[in-house]
């Protein structure tokens, strides 16, 4: 039997759901870009532009601009106007170009922040570089206790719509998990724009180093254990909002990757174990896969899609309360395993 992998993803048709998301030694370098679609990625995230990056850019163009207009007002007419010059981290944009060269899946551009600031601008040169979609990941953590979460939501909303507007490309918004009631809140982004929703972002949080005493960056690749936040949402939110949804964190093996796929996932996103066994792991994956499909008659991906949703799940309360209650009365010693 031959299983048909085929999906669709922000209404792009792709040949199988495995994508390598955005990740900078993934898919921030060509040649592993071209490993990645040799491994059978069929579609691949671009590492983000980052709000920082853009500010920063801006930052010391101002201030060479400031520099120029004191010191030689004359030749001002050599130097490009601040707002058309080309501000763009011209290195990321130059980099979606020739990833468009290098390889023939489609590629999403990405842009990453948390302000509705002039980065969002960037959407549109993401556009014209070639991107065949954009994925918007909101990164914010608020720490003010007068800000809502209500004010939190409509800052993501406003991000999309303004995005939206200015692009024609579909967009597909990633997120992370912590909102209070995520379908109400998925559901309002739908209708601000977005297209798809990626779920989960994983926020990387600081340590504290014990000898400086000071809070530093660590970043923690997944583990597949991970992989259950995503699954209870996907099968959530299948049944109930209009956009493609791609799954992220956690899939680490077949069993992972099945099971997104039964919640409601279109697409899968791999980061964290292609850099642990190197990209070429992709095509193990994806031969496991279709090695399961095949022993459980699964003719298509699309047969397979979503039909463990809440809806079509024959237990849909176990993704609620009861699971909760069942599973700390059920656990004993026995349980234990070790670290
Ligand atoms: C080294 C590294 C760099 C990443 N860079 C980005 C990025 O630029 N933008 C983004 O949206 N996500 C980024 N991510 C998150 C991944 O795209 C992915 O969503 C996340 O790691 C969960 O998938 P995983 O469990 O397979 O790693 C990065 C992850 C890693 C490990």
Not at 38 to 54: K, N, R, T, Y
Not at 60 to 70: G, I
Not at 136 to 149: G, K, M, Q
């Amino acid at each position: 039997m031959t299983v048909d992998l085929s999906t669709s993803y922000l209404g792009i048709r792709l040949k199988n759901p495995f994508a390598a998301a955005a990740c900078s030694p993934l898919t921030g370098d060509l040649d592993n870009l071209k490993r990645l679609e040799e491994a059978g990625a069929s579609l691949a995230v671009l590492p983000s532009l980052f709000e920082e990056q853009i500010e920063h850019e801006e930052l010391e163009l101002a201030r060479l601009y400031d520099y120029q207009a004191e010191s030689f007002a004359e030749s001002l007419s050599h130097f490009p106007e601040y707002q058309n010059f080309r501000t763009g981290p011209s290195e990321y944009l130059d980099h979606l170009a020739a990833a468009k060269q290098a390889v023939d899946i489609p590629i999403i551009g990405s842009l990453n922040g948390s302000s509705n600031g002039g980065w969002v601008r960037y959407a549109k040169a993401i556009e014209e570089a070639g991107a065949d979609a954009l994925e918007l990941n909101i990164y914010f953590i608020p720490t003010e206790p007068d800000l809502t979460a209500a004010d939190v939501e409509q800052q993501y909303v406003d991000l999309v719509a303004a995005v939206k507007d200015s692009v024609s490309v579909p967009i597909a918004i990633k997120i992370g998990q912590n909102f209070t009631s995520l379908p109400h809140f998925a559901q309002r982004l739908v209708t601000a724009g977005a297209d798809g929703l990626v779920l989960f972002n994983r926020y990387l949080e600081a340590d504290i180093d014990l000898e400086s005493l000071e809070f530093k960056p660590d970043l923690v690749l997944s583990n597949r254990h991970e992989a259950r936040i995503p699954i209870r949402w996907l099968a959530v939110l299948k049944d109930q909002v209009q956009a493609s949804l791609a799954a992220t964190s956690g899939i680490h093996r077949m069993e992972g990757a099945v099971k997104m796929l039964l919640a409601g996932a279109d697409v899968l996103m791999l980061a964290s174990i292609l850099l642990m066994k190197g990209s070429e792991h992709l095509s193990t994956i994806i031969d496991d896969v279709v090695h399961w499909m095949e022993e459980n008659e699964y003719e298509s991906i699309d047969q397979l899609k979503g039909s463990m949703s809440r809806k079509n799940s024959p237990n849909p309360g176990t993704l609620e309360r009861a699971n909760y209650m069942k599973a700390l009365t059920s656990y004993t010693l026995d349980n234990q395993m070790p670290h």
